[in-house]
């Protein structure tokens, strides 16, 4: 499915753009990876399911993907200039780990969270550490070419050596004090000046450091990307995404970087996107300020994964999202009336001789995740009716318009309520929705989003007897007793839900938003 041209908006120059890739049936796309000293936290994981919808749309537009995402496991400090330690080995010194085994243990931490959001696996995965040879040699050719300088504490990048420094960012350059941005090291030129290699203090043992022209150190966190990105996807390549925060320093050095390097003006990247903030009241979700919320927090809270995709969907992706426990609530509600949806066509396009105990989908994992979506997605839709294929020229559409996720939501829901489709185009329609959107909607039991929480109160059977008594108390017309029943189970995060079969039950979850 080709459709419509795909308009991305551009980072650089800040304005919708037709996507166009360099290669006819290839886009090569890069995206900056966790730093493995921590769990990611939600808003880390809203830029990789963000990340993954961009690549499913490609892929659904009938190209492959080859997705490149790095892990950084050195060289990140604690602040995203030039000041502070290694984040790497800060959290070695708090866990009392070798840097190594910190290492380790987030990278796997981050795969479990991913895979549970239904995130396809990149193509490639470098780490940094296995590329610090390579590294050097970039960093060795910038210093070659008239881009770099040496002071105390390491190798520097001259940002006047190349054009329009700070264009992606729309940095005021002229209006900056010396150290308003980065630290003010002693002996740096300008302040917008960075490090690509950090040379170890005299009489200081890092954990990871490695012998350099420029002394033994390690490299700064923006070399790595430009290095990374180059050396699997060439220059240029086709997309590189990130969070906005990027946007205004990691990134801007990035692409001053690439052009020293490639001698060239160009940024060495087509198209940069950059996702919004997931935000707590006022203020974006960062680990810095503690007491961040991850993947596990919701499902020790009853939230099953997928309806943190869902409620990430609903927004898009360059607007702030605002999290709630109310909205996580109202998420999970609106993927289970889908789910159910998909229960009650299946029933009815079983009733009439559709066989749809084998729908196709894409899941991390499965052949289909490397590779362009053309012919799955054809299989799917070429024995549409007319009316079916409306709602496929819908959903591309939505896509188009720069991954129009909350549209193609609202476009899926008015789907769910369609009377005159056939069973078997709805669900082939559900289908391919679900190609771009991975919520398995064809796969995913609605009982499955019943999850229990860590700390709940009582076992499924107590709640079974508190709700029989309550049944009982109003069969007697005792309401005092019913409703102090019904207090207290809500007391204990369960809310009952009367309706025509009986009373059902669902877990909410008993913790307010962190300040």
Known sequence: MRGRPLNLFNSMGRELERFQPIRDTEARVYSCGPTVYNYAHLGNLRAYVFTDTLRRTLMLKGLDVVHVMNITDVGHLTSDADAGDDKMESAAAREKKTVWDIAAYYTGAFHADVERLGILPPTQEPKATDYIDKMIAFAQKLEKDGHTYTIGDGLYFDTTTVSDYGHLGCLDLEGQEAGSRVEMAEGKRNPTDFCLWKRTPAGVNRLMEWDSPWGKGAPGWHLECSVMSI??????????????????????NEVAQNQGYTGDRHSGVNHWLHNE?????????????????RLQTLLDQGIHPLVYRYFCLQAHYRKPLV??????????????????????????????????????????????ASRSLGTLSDAITEPLSKAGREWVDKLDEALSDDLNTPQALACLNELASAKKLPAEDALRLFALYDLVLGLRLLKLDPAELVIRPRDAPLSDAEIQERIAARV???????????????DELEAMGIVLMDGADGTSWEWRPMLGAPS
């Open 472 to 486: 009982a108390a109003r069969k007697d017309k005792d309401f005092a007793k019913s409703d102090a029943i019904r």
């Open 277 to 293: 903030f997931l935000v707590l009241g006022e203020d974006k979700m960062s680990k810095s300020k503690g007491g961040f919320l």
């Open 323 to 368: 999290f709630s426990w109310d909205a996580l609530v109202a998420a999970r509600a609106g993927l289970k009336r889908l789910l159910m949806r998909v229960e009650t066509l299946r029933q009815k396009a079983e009733k009439e001789g559709f066989d749809a105990a084998n729908p196709p989908v894409l899941e991390p994992g499965s052949e289909n």
């Open 231 to 252: 050396d699997l996807l060439g220059a240029p390549f086709d997309i590189h995404t990130g969070g906005i925060d990027h946007r205004q320093v990691h990134h801007v």
